[in-house]
């Protein structure tokens, strides 16, 4: 799958269910929510249990916006929130299953460019989702709240693209990384690594700050 339909499927994202519920655009908010709530799925320390899951339907089901005042909602009127989540209910041992849709409609939610990088480049040290945020609110003139609503997925290709024009990265297909990434290997095998800046590429599976979003 080359850039192109790669970025048509971010901005025109496939409907997900998990637990029989159509889930929402995933959006830049929702990461952000589920990071701040501790969910498993989002900081990737512990294997999501039923609690876990049920609160992640219950949240990503709805838009950013409703999600955020369920959450709030949910400090005024605990019990009523307990039962919204007692009402969905599964039986354990499909909980396996549910676990593997959630984190397939998370995977394909925040898909991002193939990009390659410079070596010795600095690491920023604020979070990708704030630097994805100002890149938006100063480059493409959205709110703060419009900021938030965008599916993740669409977010990172805007924020590559802008930064790949402004000469910061440069993306790559994966065909050409690939070739790229065994001419590399070979050569480093063969005269070892050369001095002066060289590029390597990277994977987003290896950026945890990306892919844990």
Request: charged share 25%.
């Amino acid at each position: 799958m080359n850039a192109a339909e790669k970025y048509a499927r971010a901005l025109y994202p496939d409907t997900y269910r998990v637990l029989g519920r159509r889930m929402a655009d995933y959006t830049r908010g929702h990461a952000l929510l589920l990071e701040r709530l501790g969910s498993p799925f989002v900081i990737g320390e512990t294997v999501p249990g039923p609690g876990d899951v049920k609160l992640f339907v219950l949240l990503c089901s709805r838009s950013y916006l409703r999600a955020v005042r369920l959450v709030k909602l949910s400090h005024l009127l605990p019990t009523w929130f307990a039962l919204r989540l007692a009402w969905l209910w599964f039986p354990p041992t499909q909980l396996p299953y549910l676990i593997i849709d959630a984190y397939r409609y998370l995977q394909e939610s925040s898909h991002m460019p193939t990009i390659w990088e410079k070596e010795g480049g600095k690491t920023p040290g604020t979070p990708p989702l704030q630097q994805i945020k100002l890149t938006l609110m100063s480059r493409l003139g959205y709110s703060e709240l419009q900021a938030f609503c965008t599916p993740l997925a669409l977010a990172f290709w805007d924020f590559c693209g802008i930064c790949e024009m402004e000469g910061r990265l440069e993306l790559a297909d994966e065909e050409a990384l690939a070739a790229a990434r065994q001419v590399i290997e070979e050569a480093r095998a063969g005269q070892g690594t050369a001095n002066g800046a060289r590029r390597r590429p990277i994977s987003t599976l290896k950026e945890p700050n990306w892919r844990r979003i």
